[in-house]
T-cell receptor, first 111, second 113 residues
Framework: GESVGLHLPTLSVQEGDNSIINCAYS??????FIWYKQESGKGPQFIID?????DKRQGQRVTVLLNKTVKHLSLQIAATQPGDSAVYFC??????????FGKGTRLSVIA | DGGITQSPKYLFRKEGQNVTLSCEQN?????MYWYRQDPGQGLRLIYY???????QKGDIAEGYSVSREKKESFPLTVTSAQKNPTAFYLC????????????FGSGTRLTVV
């Protein structure tokens, strides 16, 4: 498969544990944030998004937290499963500008 | 099924050649994008288009060209002026540039031989 991010930060978690992936964004004017999941050899898939007027948003097994004061975004995955192993990207945008992506974090789930 | 299709999945180019990567979507999205992905780095924006017959340079447009003659299609040409073209290229689309998340294709891996 495609090598996506040979030198990315890696988070290793035990199957069944919760995972927390962090992202620092750069633009204080950004008002929309997205988390994507990318498996090897594939394009990124949308996981969850959040607008700047919110601090927290929950989906199925995932929660995104936004701290605008320190420009920090996190993705929490509950009960991590082997299928969650992938590279995770945060992305930000403000107004009518395209998404800007972070460098990504590789999540490795230990069975 | 609605989606975004990139072809080919793997592409090999000789030094000095131009190659064109295809991207087609049937989602009726107005905006389309090309990103480049290298190991250890995130996605970097090459070009984007908000409407037909209009496109803007992204952060790393040098050595690339695009066209947007149809809403459904946004081909990317990697020219011989691109000094380091070996990378994974991702195409995406969205309803509008300022709205919503992007739907990505499955990517094209370009290798210079």
């Amino acid at each position: 498969g495609e090598s996506v991010g040979l030198h990315l930060p890696t988070l290793s978690v035990q199957e069944g544990d919760n995972s927390i992936i962090n992202c620092a964004y750069s633009n204080s004017a950004s008002d929309y944030f997205i988390w994507y999941k990318q498996e090897s050899g594939k394009g990124p898939q949308f996981i969850i998004d959040i607008r700047s007027n919110m601090d927290k948003r929950q989906g199925q097994r995932v929660t995104v937290l936004l701290n605008k004061t320190v420009k920090h975004l996190s993705l929490q995955i509950a009960a991590t499963q082997p299928g969650d192993s992938a590279v995770y990207f945060c992305a930000e945008k403000g107004g009518n500008t395209p998404l800007v992506f972070g460098k990504g974090t590789r999540l490795s789930v230990i069975a | 099924d609605g989606g975004i299709t990139q072809s080919p999945k793997y592409l090999f180019r000789k030094e000095g050649q131009n190659v064109t990567l295809s991207c087609e979507q049937n989602l009726n999205h107005d905006a389309m994008y090309w990103y480049r992905q290298d190991p250890g780095q995130g996605l970097r924006l090459i070009y984007y288009s908000q409407i037909v017959n209009d496109f803007q340079k992204g952060d790393i447009a040098e050595g690339y060209s695009v066209s947007r003659e149809k809403k459904e299609s946004f081909p990317l040409t990697v020219t011989s002026a691109q000094k380091n073209p070996t990378a994974f290229y991702l195409c995406a689309s969205s309803i509008e540039t300022g709205r919503g998340g992007y739907t990505f294709g499955s990517g094209t891996r370009l290798t210079v031989v």
